[in-house]
């Protein structure tokens, strides 16, 4: 009798329980709860909007305000300009080429992309793992696009526009180092065992070409791992540069490639007048091997030459006026700097929540230890220097919108500190305490520990800006007041949701705090299928 007692209470509970998305949201709309439902895919039914075989057309209304003085009057004065969108639908075959493959990311995402495309599985001591692209906001992020019966309805993020699959892409690069990607990833002890097996035979013949060693320009302690370089002059380098993409692209055969500095961060380069301030002067410069030309900056060079995008994920000033001036002339996409993935994001995220809540942060003190190669290498001044300067400046533009909290010139004491201890490996400790002053006199003070595993978070953002940059460059729009269609300004302010130090064209703001970042981003997208930006009014429900 127990036993039966036993199993019947099972079964009661089990026919009580909801099953599927169906019955938990009327489950929700019972409690009086908001919903959400899930939807794979969508057309905008719209006069505004035009779908073909090749293209989604779209008009748009951007609305927007001036700001002047009229005597001793501000006026705001609402002003709305009319573009037209029009987006490629013809997704590519794309080629990723990264500089630094045989590094801790760049292992680690090759080791993602194959587990997903394979659909794999592995044993952990906490049960079975399956893969999947968790970190990346193309790949795992959704967005909102309506209501449907009082249910709020997204889609994923990769689906409001055609965007190129990771599991498509092909992948390669080049390193210092001519060790293969299996052993790299061994050796970076960032993924679990049983999954390093699965993968062994993939990764084993995947050896980076040879790339650009300057050891000037990193730390003395990576000359151990350097037996894998690109000989010849500065001028020479860039020319074999040049000659890899296009065999990577050719032996792929490939439709785009998108090339991603994720090597070591490197010193910061000195710019000089007649040496790196103008595309002519660089050039000049690069023929005549001057020592100042940093490794990432001829792989810049390389790909403005022929119109490959590329991305810097790292902190250093790849991008000197000289850079900057012939992708502007060429009309070539370059992007960065140095990717957010962990204790930056979450300050991006903190400092703005506290500045917009009237609250004013007077010290941002943040310390960091690691023990990847990442670390080994900033444990050299020089180059710690660099990423220094890209983790304190994320504050800035947060600071200065609130005057009323901070005088002219004024900003909180802040400071970075990077140790490399090895026993750590790839899960960095982050460590931070903000204080802040408070109502009448009063001190708050925030003290936040995060621990990140470092590439894990890195690989999906990598992969993120590879595929934005590439949809980035099958937009078109143009103004009412313009005949011809053309593309985004060739520097790619739309990846800076993913950057510490966003690179934006002069004159334009720069903007750090991370919700402002990803509203652009997406707003972007909706005005390319002609959605308005989402306002989270709600109007209708009021």
């Given at each position: 009798?127990?036993?039966?007692?036993?199993?019947?209470?099972?079964?009661?509970?089990?026919?009580?329980?909801?099953?599927?998305?169906?019955?938990?949201?009327?489950?929700?709309?019972?409690?009086?709860?908001?919903?959400?439902?899930?939807?794979?895919?969508?057309?905008?039914?719209?006069?505004?909007?035009?779908?073909?075989?090749?293209h989604i057309t779209a008009k748009y209304v951007y609305e927007t305000t001036d700001v002047v003085q009229d005597g001793g009057t501000w006026k705001v004065k609402?002003?709305?300009?009319?573009?037209?969108?029009?987006?490629?639908?013809?997704?590519?075959?794309?080629?990723?080429?990264?500089?630094?493959?045989?590094?801790?990311?760049?292992?680690?995402?090759?080791?993602?992309?194959?587990?997903?495309?394979?659909?794999?599985?592995?044993?952990?001591?906490?049960?079975?793992?399956?893969?999947?692209?968790?970190?990346?906001?193309?790949?795992?992020?959704?967005?909102?696009?309506?209501?449907?019966?009082?249910?709020?309805?997204?889609?994923?993020?990769?689906?409001?526009?055609?965007?190129?699959?990771?599991?498509?892409?092909?992948?390669?690069?080049?390193d210092i180092s001519a060790m293969n990607l299996a052993e790299s990833m061994e050796r970076s002890r960032v993924l679990d065992y049983d999954l390093q097996m699965?993968?062994?035979?993939?990764?084993?013949?995947?050896?980076?070409?040879?790339?650009?060693?300057?050891?000037?320009?990193?730390?003395a302690n990576q000359a151990e791992r350097a037996d894998n370089c690109i000989a010849g002059s500065k001028a020479e380098q860039v020319e074999q540069i040049r000659?890899?993409?296009?065999?990577?692209?050719?032996?792929?055969?490939?439709?785009?490639?998108?090339?991603?500095?994720?090597?070591?961060?490197?010193?910061?380069?000195?710019?000089?007048?007649?040496?790196?301030?103008?595309?002519?002067?660089?050039?000049?410069?690069?023929?005549?091997?001057?020592?100042?030309?940093?490794?990432?900056?001829?792989?810049?060079?390389?790909?403005?030459?022929?119109?490959?995008?590329?991305?810097?994920?790292?902190?250093?000033?790849?991008?000197?006026?000289?850079?900057?001036?012939?992708?502007?002339?060429?009309?070539?996409?370059?992007?960065?700097?140095?990717?957010?993935?962990?204790?930056?994001?979450?300050?991006?995220?903190?400092?703005?929540?506290?500045?917009?809540?009237?609250?004013?942060?007077?010290?941002?003190?943040?310390?960091?230890?690691?023990?990847?190669?990442?670390?080994?290498?900033?444990?050299?001044?020089?180059?710690?220097?660099?990423?220094?300067?890209?983790?304190?400046?994320?504050?800035?533009?947060?600071?200065?919108?609130?005057?009323?909290?901070?005088?002219?010139?004024?900003?909180?004491?802040?400071?970075?500190?990077?140790?490399?201890?090895?026993?750590?490996?790839?899960?960095?400790?982050?460590?931070?305490?903000?204080?802040?002053?408070?109502?009448?006199?009063?001190?708050?003070?925030?003290?936040?520990?995060?621990?990140?595993?470092?590439?894990?978070?890195?690989?999906?953002?990598?992969?993120?800006?590879?595929?934005?940059?590439?949809?980035?460059?099958?937009?078109?729009?143009?103004?009412?007041?313009?005949?011809?269609?053309?593309?985004?300004?060739?520097?790619?302010?739309?990846?800076?949701?993913?950057?510490?130090?966003?690179?934006?064209?002069?004159?334009?703001?720069?903007?750090?705090?991370?919700?402002?970042?990803?509203?652009?981003?997406?707003?972007?997208?909706?005005?390319?299928?002609?959605?308005?930006?989402?306002?989270?009014?709600?109007?209708?429900?009021?």
């Amino acid at each position: 009798a127990p036993a039966s007692n036993a199993s019947d209470r099972r079964k009661k509970a089990a026919d009580e329980r909801p099953r599927g998305a169906a019955e938990g949201r009327q489950r929700g709309k019972r409690e009086g709860q908001a919903t959400a439902m899930l939807v794979d895919g969508f057309e905008v039914d719209s006069p505004n909007v035009t779908y073909t075989e090749d293209h989604i057309t779209a008009k748009y209304v951007y609305e927007t305000t001036d700001v002047v003085q009229d005597g001793g009057t501000w006026k705001v004065k609402p002003r709305q300009i009319g573009y037209e969108f029009k987006t490629d639908k013809r997704v590519p075959k794309l080629g990723i080429m990264l500089v630094g493959w045989g590094g801790n990311n760049g292992s680690t995402v090759t080791a993602g992309i194959l587990a997903n495309k394979g659909g794999l599985s592995w044993k952990t001591k906490d049960g079975v793992q399956h893969a999947n692209y968790w970190g990346s906001v193309t790949q795992a992020a959704t967005c909102r696009i309506g209501n449907f019966n009082g249910e709020e309805v997204h889609v994923p993020f990769k689906n409001i526009l055609p965007m190129v699959s990771p599991n498509d892409v092909a992948i390669g690069g080049w390193d210092i180092s001519a060790m293969n990607l299996a052993e790299s990833m061994e050796r970076s002890r960032v993924l679990d065992y049983d999954l390093q097996m699965q993968l062994w035979d993939q990764m084993k013949d995947m050896v980076p070409l040879p790339s650009i060693y300057d050891p000037q320009f990193i730390a003395a302690n990576q000359a151990e791992r350097a037996d894998n370089c690109i000989a010849g002059s500065k001028a020479e380098q860039v020319e074999q540069i040049r000659r890899d993409i296009k065999d990577f692209k050719a032996k792929n055969a490939l439709d785009s490639v998108v090339v991603l500095w994720t090597a070591n961060t490197e010193r910061y380069s000195e710019v000089v007048a007649g040496m790196n301030d103008t595309k002519e002067n660089l050039q000049r410069s690069i023929e005549a091997g001057e020592s100042e030309i940093s490794p990432s900056t001829l792989f810049a060079w390389a790909c403005i030459t022929d119109g490959v995008p590329f991305v810097n994920g790292s902190p250093q000033n790849t991008f000197v006026p000289g850079v900057i001036d012939y992708a502007v002339s060429k009309k070539s996409f370059i992007g960065g700097d140095d990717f957010k993935s962990g204790q930056t994001k979450m300050k991006s995220v903190l400092v703005d929540f506290l500045v917009g809540a009237g609250i004013k942060p007077v010290s941002i003190v943040s310390y960091n230890h690691l023990g990847n190669n990442d670390g080994y290498n900033l444990s050299a001044p020089q180059t710690f220097r660099s990423k220094e300067i890209s983790k304190s400046n994320v504050v800035d533009d947060m600071v200065q919108s609130n005057s009323i909290l901070y005088k002219d010139g004024e900003h909180p004491d802040h400071i970075v500190v990077i140790k490399y201890q090895p026993y750590v490996a790839d899960s960095k400790r982050a460590m931070d305490e903000y204080t802040s002053e408070i109502f009448m006199g009063g001190k708050n003070t925030i003290v936040m520990h995060n621990t990140c595993e470092d590439s894990l978070l890195a690989a999906p953002i990598i992969l993120d800006l590879c595929l934005l940059t590439e949809l980035v460059t099958r937009i078109q729009f143009k103004s009412e007041d313009e005949e011809d269609f053309h593309g985004f300004h060739p520097i790619a302010v739309l990846l800076s949701y993913l950057t510490k130090a966003p690179l934006v064209p002069k004159g334009t703001p720069i903007v750090n705090a991370l919700s402002k970042q990803r509203a652009m981003l997406e707003n972007i997208f909706r005005a390319c299928v002609g959605l308005a930006p989402e306002n989270n009014m709600l109007m209708e429900y009021k």
